[in-house]
């Protein structure tokens, strides 16, 4: 049995949300404010990492974390080889096609042969089209995806949204939705045998939190 167990919360978007949770659960000692990148709960016995979100998969396949939270988008993109027992149910949000309104106002979906798409989910734009028959060219970018249609990089995107309100600040409108994502407990497929007890009974407690809040 391990001194403790290591949790990776995912940086961004969803790390309110994470840590809302956690400090429900009594987890203490955390500063979100604090360039630190690891934080210890001696109590809990709980270490937890602060990555990017994309990283989070890795960490937690390899066994550098137990277990992690991350949005079911990159788990869907990656499909790593872990466990996914729980959806918390927060983060909501939407994978997306989308185009600017001039090509919108003219487009018509059902005739698309070959596009070129931006995107940072080359896998999933990839089998979305695919799917449909249609030849796609994917430009990888890592941020700022809705910039890319404007400056002419490529017609369309394929990325999340929650409200929708930045593509509709830069002129986009949305065609199509590929997917939709909420947060999501991992686990190492290894820490869930040899930590059973611990992964989950820190499972149940995040999973009875969630009840008593949909009460």
């Given at each position: 049995?391990?001194?403790?167990?290591?949790?990776?919360?995912?940086?961004?978007r969803?790390?309110?949300?994470?840590?809302?949770?956690?400090?429900e659960?009594?987890?203490?000692?955390?500063?979100?404010?604090?360039?630190?990148?690891?934080f210890?709960?001696?109590?809990?016995?709980?270490?937890?990492l602060?990555?990017?979100?994309?990283?989070?998969?890795?960490?937690?396949?390899?066994?550098?974390a137990d277990?992690?939270?991350?949005?079911?988008?990159?788990?869907?993109?990656q499909?790593?080889?872990?466990y996914?027992?729980?959806?918390?149910?927060?983060?909501f949000?939407?994978?997306?096609?989308?185009e600017?309104?001039?090509?919108w106002?003219?487009?018509d979906?059902?005739?698309?042969?070959?596009?070129?798409?931006a995107?940072?989910?080359?896998?999933?734009?990839?089998?979305?089209?695919?799917?449909?028959?249609?030849?796609?060219?994917i430009?990888?970018?890592?941020?700022?995806?809705?910039l890319?249609?404007?400056?002419?990089?490529?017609?369309r995107?394929?990325?999340?949204?929650?409200?929708?309100?930045?593509?509709?600040?830069?002129?986009?409108?949305?065609?199509?939705?590929?997917?939709?994502?909420?947060?999501?407990?991992?686990?190492?497929?290894?820490?869930m045998?040899t930590?059973?007890a611990?992964?989950?009974?820190l499972?149940?407690?995040?999973?009875?939190?969630?009840?008593?809040?949909a009460?």
């Open positions: 049995m391990k001194e403790r167990l290591t949790l990776a919360l995912p940086k961004g969803l790390l309110e949300g994470a840590l809302d949770l956690l400090r659960l009594g987890v203490d000692g955390i500063d979100a404010e604090s360039r630190r990148l690891i210890v709960d001696p109590r809990r016995r709980l270490r937890l602060f990555l990017k979100p994309a990283d989070i998969p890795a960490y937690v396949t390899y066994g550098a277990l992690g939270i991350v949005g079911k988008d990159i788990l869907l993109e499909e790593p080889d872990v996914e027992p729980l959806d918390l149910g927060f983060g949000c939407r994978l997306v096609v989308a600017l309104r001039e090509l106002e003219r487009d979906p059902a005739k698309w042969s070959w596009v070129r798409v995107t940072k989910y080359p896998r999933l734009t990839e089998q979305y089209f695919s799917n449909r028959g249609i030849q796609v060219e430009v990888r970018l890592d941020g700022s995806i809705e890319a249609p404007l400056v002419g990089l490529a017609d995107i394929v990325d999340l949204v929650q409200s929708g309100e930045t593509l509709r600040a830069n002129g986009l409108i949305e065609v199509a939705e590929i997917a939709r994502s909420t947060a999501r407990v991992i686990v190492n497929r290894a820490s045998k930590e059973y611990a992964v989950t009974g499972i149940e407690e995040m999973k009875a939190r969630i009840e008593r809040v009460r």
